[in-house]
């Protein structure tokens, strides 16, 4: 079974920064697009950022030039490098690998899709 384990989500003061984690298998993380999608309480899941095996890489415009998003191929692990938080920025953050990603990265959707539990991130005014 695919797992995607997600941490690094908290309360952080606007202005702030955070860095999420995303640790899955090795067979996963290096055959497979990888996104961040957040979900904020009566919204859709949204984009925020997605990685090819090539390290190309897509940032949604609500968060270019304050987000990063990066892969560690040594230990299997993507990351969310978060700075400049705004209240705006709080949602549940999700790690996806597959499908979903590989559509908002421009690669074949015909692939399984695979989610985190998600991880939540609340940014105070």
């Known amino acids: 079974q695919v797992q995607l384990v997600e941490s690094g989500g908290g309360l952080v003061p606007a202005g702030g920064s955070l860095r999420l984690s995303c640790a899955t298998s090795g067979d996963i993380f290096n055959t497979q697009p990888l996104g961040w999608y957040r979900q904020a309480p009566g919204k859709q899941r949204e984009l925020v950022a997605v990685i090819a095996t090539s390290d190309y890489s897509v940032v949604a415009d609500p968060v270019k030039g304050r987000f990063a998003i990066s892969r560690d191929n040594a230990n299997n692990v993507l990351y969310l490098q978060m700075n400049s938080l705004k209240p705006e920025d709080t949602a549940v953050y999700y790690c996806?690998?597959?499908?979903?990603?590989?559509?908002?990265?421009?690669?074949?959707?015909?692939?399984?899709?695979?989610w985190g539990q998600g991880t939540q991130v609340t940014v105070s005014s």
């Open positions: 996806n690998a597959g499908r979903r990603a590989a559509q908002d990265i421009g690669l074949s959707p015909s692939r399984p899709d695979y």
